[in-house]
């Protein structure tokens, strides 16, 4: 079992650990001498118990303020996901009926009108055409 020596409030101590675990006791011990050393800062020199108690409960203070935000957002992500669901699940919209815009029925009957005098007047110089043309033959 690996034995590694880790500094905390100024003071070492030897550690020993899984095999593959190094690094992280190593970054536990970080945090705990972060918190020894602001006590050290602000108290002076305490006995070693005290000092590794008192940054203990710093300790354990952040991580229970972690741990409720962490069920604060785990709630709202349970939340947003039954949101989901229910979106998912529920029905479509009814189709909503929009009016398109229509050319007016008098302005159709005009075109077709105007459509028929220009047929008419296409039939009429056809058959000039082919008049003037018996004409000349």
Do not use: H, N, W
């Not at 005290?50 to 203990?56: E, I, K, N, P, S």
């Not at 989901?84 to 229509?102: G, H, Q």
């Not at 075109?111 to 000039?128: G, I, N, P, V």
């Amino acid at each position: 079992m690996p034995e590694v020596t880790i500094q905390i409030g100024g003071r070492d101590f030897d550690v020993a650990c899984q095999p593959g675990e190094e690094s992280f006791l190593k970054s536990a011990a970080k945090m705990l001498d972060d918190e020894a050393q602001v006590l050290a800062d602000q108290l002076g020199r305490m006995p070693e118990a005290r000092m590794l108690l008192m940054a203990g409960l710093l300790l354990a203070d952040k991580t229970a303020a972690v741990e409720d935000r962490i069920k604060e957002v785990e709630a709202q992500l349970a939340e947003r996901d039954a949101e989901l669901v229910r979106l998912k699940s529920a029905p479509p919209p009814e189709p909503v009926k929009i009016d398109v815009p229509f050319v007016p029925k008098e302005v159709t009957d005009a075109m077709t009108e105007m459509a028929d005098q220009a047929e008419a007047y296409a039939l009429r110089l056809e058959k000039r055409a082919e008049e003037k043309a018996a004409q000349a033959s």
